[in-house]
């Protein structure tokens, strides 16, 4: 079978399972898993969860009395979206009603029409890219351009599906920024070498990277796609993970329909979400979509047949994709309470990316762009060369070296920046800014007393 | 794109889907999907369910003066299993506490151990389907064995893994059963054309065929997998739909182990079961388990991996699993009614699975194994030559031709049998036996009265 290489639940993650098997106290930031962590669910949406779960419960008036009514109300109306209950298979893409609210949530946030019959609805984010990935990659000559450093999930499943990745690097002195200049060297060079050039995946907000693409940036990233005819891959997960003002997210879907002309008719986007990020941070229940935009009609038709292999989304992540894209709205029982526990998360995800960024600042050797969007600080990591000496002495990258070292002394369970892939000589780790407010202060004294100690023994 | 064909929810249901839209009634007997028929979801269950979904009703004695006791222990404890709540990603391969649950079952259900490591659970059995046919085909030259008639998952994926197909013909006239024969037979022909032969899928109970599989099929069927070194891939998800008591459902790992000697220890089987099936029915939730016995660590590793790149299996299908295999017990709060539910549904089943097959066996030209297991009829029908001839000048298949005039006329939708496979001059079509009892009987009468015309019509 094809092997493959997946950082995030790598060696790090294996020896910290370990640990914490054997009794240790382990803070996972290797993943951006917000509930794990604490995370506090939003309430109205486990509440309709609760109620769609059971529908015999909204027969119990003891029981409903309980529930503020625009929940109860919210229950019976997903019910009638979802023919056969929470337990029946749904169309492939999901249930029509739902990717109608999609549609409506795409059209009201970006100002332009969206069609629901372009939307797919999957188990997570993931199963969608690699849908798409499917779609395009026939052999190993077929190239898909991927940010480096990028999330592992594209490098694995390019690897798997046999096709090529052909990387182009964001410069991490100017804020991680993408160059169109270096875009275009990297198309010259695939194609050189034979390569038929697909795709274009771009992350904002980005992971590992953290950073924001303003207006300008996705404007010029859109115009050379379009010029040289690829598919555009935008990978906008972290689309309300936003910790400044500046740099507010904007959709490629709208500066797409903004530029207009043969570019906006003609230019073939695919766009991701997913209910894991965010506030609403529901990792397991496993909900993502992705609109199609500009797809042929026949490719449209045979991922609605590779999507039918597979049934039918599950019901859950539906229903949650339903309450992100359609939430409680002014006037209704539950509005004050949603928009404050949102709002409470998320200027909390704010505070600790400044803890964290600064942290890491005030480390020797060490640098690292504010965390302007997602849910990852990635640090670079300047090591002396007796450290670099001991990694190679016990055969590990550098990276790995020291964050396996940083596992052992604190419990800290971070993913070296290799996995992501970064400027060849230099030194990464990821960590998520989602240890708690009340162990961040913590987690950074920790992490400070062990890299001084490091720099200490290496010097 | 590689290109796929598949049928279950292929043109009939897209037809179906047509006429849906524009008013009229349509019985969906294409897709095994018994609660969108109005099976009622088990109450135990969806009590627990509702709990885990919103674990602050747990603090409210109001709500919980409303549920069983032991509904809301199983909530507490499954909170336990599931670090983070529902809303939190768990191990790639689900939660190990519901791993060891699985196992546990297996174990009680078989006589052998189980070993919670080698347990995955996935998003339903489909994926976990493909994560093995993924494991398993590297280009066109390897080949997998699968039954004719068969369910679709398996060539849709083995063509869209680039792999190859090797049939093996049920034989109708003899309850579908398997020969090992006939498998020889077309190994040594695989192999004289240069195919690696990989594996062998079988399916018991039986779909779209329906048939049991007895103690001694089995044997000769895992006796020739080792001694062809195959890897056998046991489709065991229908294992608790059985209508009859002769031929009641053994597991491969069971006779596996029976068996003995260097078999038992060397035969690779992986065997899946999921949630959707059975009187549980929870196709909406998406849960799925997959058992390897004797496969390689290493492939296992490789395995993991994969699944790691997905993140993890959505929860609510891993609390459904949970649900399945560790059920209330005798002397619990809701042990009675949980057993009466479910005897109600199975006792419905196989009342249904008669009327069904008799209903066919009553039809000119038409001929139908009894429904033994599984959730579908799948009759033979002899259709006169000038019926032939209109397909033929439609433009469609013959068994086509006659489902699209059955759907047009009665609004009863099922799938052609060369969707599944059918040797060679013969015609089938597949409906599953989930039509409520209220209705079965309309069903019936509706088929015989349009059968009639369309023989005359064509006689």
Redesign the interface.
Known sequence: ??????A??GELMQRGEELRKAGREIIFTN?G?P???GQK?L?FN??V???V??P??LE?E??I??FPEDAIARAREMLTK?????????D?RGSPAIRQEIADFLQHRDGYPSNAEHIFMT??A??AV?MCL???I?DSRDAILVPIPQY??YS??IQ?LGGSLLPYHLKEESGWSMNVEDLRNQVRLGRDNGMAVRALVFINPGNPTGQCLSYQNLKDLIEFAAEEKLVLMADEVYQTNIYQDELPFVSAKRVLRDIGGSVADELELISFHTI?KGVI??????GGYMELVNIHPE?IG?MY??A??????????QVSISLMVNEPKPGDTSYEKHVEEKGTTLASLIRRAHIMTDGFNKLEGVTCNFTEGAMYSFPRIRLPPKAIQAAKEAGKPADTFYCLALLEATGISTVPGSGFGQEEGTLHLRTTILPPENSIKEVIARLTKFHEEFMDKYR
Chains 1, 2 share one sequence.
């Open positions: 079978m094809r092997s493959t290489v997946y995030v639940r993943i898993n509930q794990a962590l669910p309430s486990r509440q969860q609760a109620l779960n059971a015999f419960l119990n003891r029981i009395a309980e979802l023919p056969g209950g929470v337990g029946a298979y749904q492939s188990d997570g993931s199963p690699r499917q779609a395009l026939r592992p999930l694995a499943s798997l894991s941070g529901e990792c397991g229940l496993r490719v045979e047949k590779i039918s292999i597979n049934l039918s989304p599950n019901t859950m992540g």
